[in-house]
């Protein structure tokens, strides 16, 4: 279970579902502010309107016993004079709170009550106002003909033609946008865990897809690694995605890793190969000194144990070379090193090599791996040649350019690329008797494929073979 749920599928449901979560729950909260701003909005409105037309009323010159006012359910309506006592109120209006008068029941001013007809006439030629400001909200309760209910109230002043300033409080009921708000608060509630499992599934299955060709690509490659089998590939899904490219450059890897086994079994049959005739050869000359002692040829013996000596350094080299060893590097001053060569061999009465060294150039790499390359390339050339070796160096385009010719018969076009393959002769038969094992060229390229360069062979001024090694400055 556990498993399960850290599985790519689980972690991307779960976390897509509680994304989706975050943004309802920002989202309703913000629409619920919204709609709780726009009816409060609408309910001020209301009770303005209200309040002003009471208002409007009292300025044209309404007496209060004769004001027209609004159903008290729906607008509870109070009209109070500066000192707080109430003139006029609505029908049935029991208790209000949150207006601030000081009582509920209406009491007439005397100057009303008082005036005779003539006084009514004269003032009903004047007129009052309405104050322009704007009004004060407040929040309270009205209790009308038995039902207490939240209300808000708007105070808009007006100047009656009696010159009295008085304020008309008028109230709106906010029930209905209680309502609204509870309503719609409920039914998101209760659509969230609904649309949630929605999502949910649906990222579930979506990944479920998705994954699908990734769980083939394992499933075939947990195949190929029990039975062994490389030339296998896992299926490429059409889709062209990041799968698509994973599936493909996995066949590429199996392909490559095939290629190495390939090569790998091939290394070891021929090293098997190489390694039998001087064993073989050591042996009968050893069994044949044991029977006839008086003819050993020592030479002969040291010369197939120095030849198995050889080919076995030249495979452990290899071996490291695959292995990815990489010893320590350093700055190595090329024209030295290829000096120093070129007096080591100067004693050997090999084919004299003839030096043309333009420049010193510094690289950075293992000095013993180069010079083991160079010499490689100088053997190869001493052994063809019929008279003349060349090993020169300069700088060419930013980078050390070794070049080595002899006077060989060279090499064919069609074999250039081979030569460098491990355990390959063109004369098998000659090179078998001059000690080599096909491995010098297959070294010398790995070793400077090794230091960022490459190597490459052509026709030589002389008729021979030229080899070019070009190594990048340090």
Request: hydrophobic share 45%.
């Amino acid at each position: 279970m556990v498993r399960r749920l850290s599985s790519v599928r689980a972690r991307t449901t779960l976390g897509a579902t509680a994304v989706v979560a975050a943004a309802l729950v920002a989202a309703g909260f913000a629409v619920v502010l919204l709609l709780r701003a726009n009816l409060a909005g609408k309910t001020d409105l209301e009770a303005e309107v209200a309040a002003r037309n009471v208002a409007s009323q009292l300025a044209s010159g309404v007496r209060y016993a004769d004001l027209d006012l609004p159903d008290g359910a729906e607008h509870p309506v109070q009209v109070v004079d500066e000192d707080g006592r109430v003139l006029a109120a609505s029908e049935d209006l029991e208790a209000i709170s949150g207006t601030g008068a000081s009582g509920v029941r209406p009491v007439p001013p005397p100057a009303q009550q008082d005036d005779d007809d003539d006084d009514d006439d004269d003032d009903d030629s004047e007129r009052g106002e309405v104050s322009d400001d704007d009004p004060d909200f407040t929040t309270g309760s009205a209790t009308v003909d038995g039902d207490t209910a939240d209300y808000r109230f708007a105070a808009v002043e007006a100047t009656t033609p009696w010159d009295e300033t008085v304020t008309v409080h008028a109230g709106a009921d906010l029930g209905v946008t209680q309502d609204a708000v509870a309503t719609a608060t409920r039914a998101m509630l209760a659509g969230l865990p609904l649309l949630l499992a929605v999502v949910a599934g649906v990222t579930w299955l979506v990944t479920r897809r998705a994954l699908r060709p990734v769980e083939a690509v394992r499933a075939e490659l947990a195949e190929i690694t029990a039975a062994g089998d490389l030339v296998r590939r896992v299926p490429v899904p059409d889709s062209g995605d990041e799968i698509a490219r994973l599936a493909a450059t996995t066949n590429e890897t199996l392909a490559r890793l095939q290629e190495s086994a390939a090569q790998q079994r091939a290394f070891v049959a021929d090293a098997s190969h190489e390694l039998r005739s001087p064993i073989a050869s050591l042996r009968t000359q050893l069994e044949v000194a044991a029977a006839h002692p008086e003819l050993l040829e020592l030479d002969g013996l040291v010369e197939d144990v120095v030849r198995l000596q050889d080919l076995a350094a030249d495979l452990l080299l290899l071996a490291r070379i695959d292995a990815g060893d990489r010893p320590p590097r350093q700055t190595v001053e090329l024209g030295r090193l290829l000096r120093d060569e070129v007096a080591h061999r100067a004693a050997t009465g090999r084919v004299p090599v003839e030096a043309s060294i333009e420049a010193d150039p510094r690289i950075t790499g293992v000095p013993r791996q180069l010079s083991r390359a160079v010499g490689n390339l100088l053997d190869n050339a001493q052994r063809h040649a019929e008279g003349l070796v060349r090993l020169s160096l300069r700088v060419e385009d930013g980078r050390a350019v070794i070049r080595v010719s002899d006077d060989g018969p060279g090499v064919p076009p069609g074999d250039r690329e081979r030569i460098f393959e491990r355990f390959v002769r063109l004369d098998d038969a000659r090179s078998r008797d001059d000690g080599g094992a096909g491995l010098g060229l297959a070294i010398a390229r790995d070793l400077v494929a090794a230091h960022g360069g490459d190597v490459t062979v052509r026709e030589a001024p002389e008729g021979g073979a030229l080899f070019e090694v070009r190594l990048p400055l340090t």
